[in-house]
């Protein structure tokens, strides 16, 4: 009895600070909690704040009323409630193809959608299980409501409410991403042998297909790529490498900091130099580790030569995302909102010659 005393301690402690430490931190880094929100596209731009900020005071909130013996049930209802929101929103995420990690626990744990379902759905049910709430308000609720005490009423009201509204949700994004076409793979063509040698390697894989993605380091959306795709690429075993297409500042900027990535390159330090570009970037920072006169002219001409293997695949923007396979057939892949589900295609290739052509006559 002691013991089954101390696990339901030990659970409950484990979902209060679940709970507590996501709300932390969230708070730790807002604008990432924000991006993420508005990556999501749950709600218009203008209620993403609200939203934000309802996430955290709920995460803050209920496991609160939950310690409290006269809110006891009630509180420990919605925070198994909220876990089961966050379990079949990732749930719909996977279903949806969507494999990007999300920011419950802001930047300081990246996990896919599929791990974190099982955590969130496992803190669900230990929910239930530490507060008693299968023994105590869902038998007396189901089988004697009006005998029941108002407290275990308002509760199972609350329970009835988020589970209603979550799997409103679930259908709904369900209904979208069934309805919705989504080209995510495009084939490309054949590439020649060692042709992306010259590119960055950026994180070894376990597998023979491997992913290149040209950046400019002034485009927003090739720092937010070169942000997530390590994450994603790791989780299906896939090498990354980085090429440098200066296209919105070819002889000024864009070419400094290409410059100097491909030195900090030849030098061994490319993971963390590229590190510190990106967030520099994003937090609005210039950026002046080096100055353009001690980069070697040989490095300007490695961009160069990479800026041209871009182009070569027909594709003056960026970012350019590619997927190459063991065969050497070459896939432009999405990036944005649907990153995860073309990393799943192509990871899913099996006979990459036949399913090329099928790619290639869509």
């Not at 991006?35 to 005071?57: D, F, G, H």
């Not at 063509?189 to 590119?199: I, L």
């Not at 989780?235 to 491909?262: K, Q, R, T």
Request: aromatic share 10%; with cysteine.
């Amino acid at each position: 009895m002691r013991l089954r005393n101390y696990l339901r301690l030990f659970i409950v402690f484990i979902t209060v600070f679940g709970l507590w430490l996501a709300a932390s931190l969230k708070m730790a880094s807002m604008s990432g909690w924000y991006s993420y929100l508005e990556k999501t596209q749950l709600v218009p731009a203008k209620l993403i704040p609200t939203l934000a900020v309802s996430i955290i005071v709920f995460e803050i909130l209920f496991p609160l009323l939950a310690l409290i013996p006269r809110t006891r049930k009630l509180g420990s209802t919605l925070m198994a409630g909220l876990f089961g929101s966050f379990a079949a929103y990732h749930f719909a995420k996977i279903m949806s193809g969507d494999f990007t990690s999300c920011g419950c626990f802001g930047s300081a744990l990246d996990l896919p959608p599929t791990p974190m379902m099982v955590i969130t759905g496992s803190l669900a049910v230990g929910t239930v299980v530490a507060f008693g709430l299968h023994k105590s308000m869902f038998h007396r609720i189901g089988i004697f409501w009006r005998s029941a005490p108002k407290q275990d009423r308002y509760a199972a009201l609350a329970f009835s409410v988020l589970t209603i509204g979550v799997l409103t949700f679930v259908c709904a994004r369900q209904v979208v991403a069934v309805t919705t076409p989504k080209r995510v793979l495009y084939y490309l063509g054949v590439a020649k042998t060692d042709e992306f040698a010259s590119t960055i390697p950026l994180q070894e894989g376990t597998r023979r297909k491997h992913l290149v993605v040209f950046v400019d380091y002034k485009c927003p959306y090739s720092r937010e790529l070169l942000r997530d795709l390590p994450q994603l690429a790791r989780w299906y075993g896939f090498s990354v490498s980085v090429g440098i297409n200066p296209v919105l500042d070819p002889e000024g900027e864009s070419l400094v900091l290409g410059g100097i990535a491909m030195s900090a390159a030849r030098n061994g330090k490319f993971e963390a130099t590229n590190n510190e570009i990106v967030q520099a970037l994003n937090q609005q920072k210039d950026y002046h580790k080096l100055d353009a006169s001690q980069i070697m002219a040989d490095d300007l001409a490695m961009v160069s030569s990479q800026k041209t293997l871009g182009q070569r695949w027909g594709r003056t923007s960026v970012p350019l995302l590619l997927g190459v396979t063991e065969d050497g057939n070459v896939f432009m892949l999405s990036h944005g909102p649907n990153l995860g589900m073309s990393i799943e295609r192509f990871a899913s290739l099996r006979s990459n010659l036949r399913l090329a052509g099928e790619e290639n006559e869509n």
